[in-house]
């Protein structure tokens, strides 16, 4: 399983995404967005390193209300959020890409934990990948899409949308489903669209900090990356690429 920035921000950094378009461009649709289901909301533009951003999505929630977008060294812009379990990006991608009329992709790269040690299970695995089209298509906005899931014990493969130039057909038919589509082809297809997803110096220092600031209603969660870590089984890992 790749690792990024050490595993010291999953479950953020298990499932995130990119918009081809700039910063500013993003954060503002973005927060209009967010107005509009939302009473009050603060935007912060900053300049630092990744780690002290993502440090900013605590705590998480089970209630989405804190997101951060990052330029990075090519023309697509990261996004990160701060829901509970990994990063929750697939909606606010696929919406804000018909918005402004540009591709995103959003991608998982979860381990497979079947038992932490307390009964209950840690995190289902899944690889997947999902790029969006700036225009309407079959289903949604989705242009393709590829993945490698635990579907509650049974692992599941798909393949739906446009095939890319880039992709590795052939691995689609292995015998073993999680050999489908893996780790290391999920990192693979996303530098072929200039994406060096997994890789601390592909992010720069240019960020937009977005926070919803309306009370977390009663009945949701809120924890520290520290406890979502105990509570999925998860640990820091020293493979980073």
């Given at each position: 399983?790749?690792?990024?920035?050490?595993?010291?921000?999953?479950?953020?950094?298990?499932?995130?995404?990119?918009?081809e378009a700039k910063l500013r461009d993003i954060?503002?649709?973005?927060?209009?967005?967010?107005?509009?289901?939302?009473?009050?909301?603060?935007?912060?533009?900053?300049?630092?390193?990744?780690?002290?951003?993502?440090?900013?999505?605590?705590?998480?929630?089970?209630?989405?209300?804190?997101?951060?977008?990052?330029?990075?060294?090519?023309?697509?812009?990261?996004?990160?959020?701060?829901?509970?379990?990994?990063?929750?990006?697939?909606?606010?991608?696929?919406?804000?890409?018909?918005?402004?009329?540009?591709?995103?992709?959003?991608?998982?790269?979860?381990?497979?934990?079947?038992d932490k040690g307390d009964g209950q299970r840690g995190c289902w695995g899944a690889v997947q990948f999902q790029l969006f089209s700036p225009e309407k298509k079959e289903f949604l906005n989705y242009e393709r899409t590829v993945s490698v899931v635990n579907d509650g014990g049974k692992w599941e493969f798909n393949a739906s949308g446009t095939v890319q130039p880039f992709e590795n057909t052939e691995a689609y038919k292995s015998k073993r489903i999680k050999d489908r589509f893996t780790p290391e082809m999920l990192e693979r297809y996303c530098s072929a669209l200039g994406i060096e997803a997994f890789s601390k110096e592909f992010y720069t220092e240019s960020s937009a900090f977005i926070q919803i600031l309306d009370p977390l209603p009663s009945e949701h969660r809120k924890a520290s990356i520290a406890e979502m870590q105990r509570d999925m089984g998860l640990k820091t890992q020293g493979n980073n690429t």
């Open positions: 399983m790749i690792s990024f920035l050490n595993g010291s921000f999953a479950p953020i950094t298990l499932g995130f995404g990119f918009f954060s503002k649709a973005l927060l209009n967005w967010r107005q509009e289901h939302s009473n009050e909301q603060e935007i912060r533009y900053l300049e630092l390193d990744l780690s002290k951003g993502l440090s900013l999505l605590e705590p998480l929630t089970s209630l989405r209300r804190r997101e951060l977008l990052v330029s990075t060294r090519s023309n697509w812009t990261a996004y990160f959020d701060n829901s509970l379990r990994g990063g929750d990006p697939t909606g606010t991608l696929s919406h804000l890409s018909l918005i402004l009329k540009c591709r995103s992709l959003a991608i998982d790269c979860y381990p497979d934990i079947p």
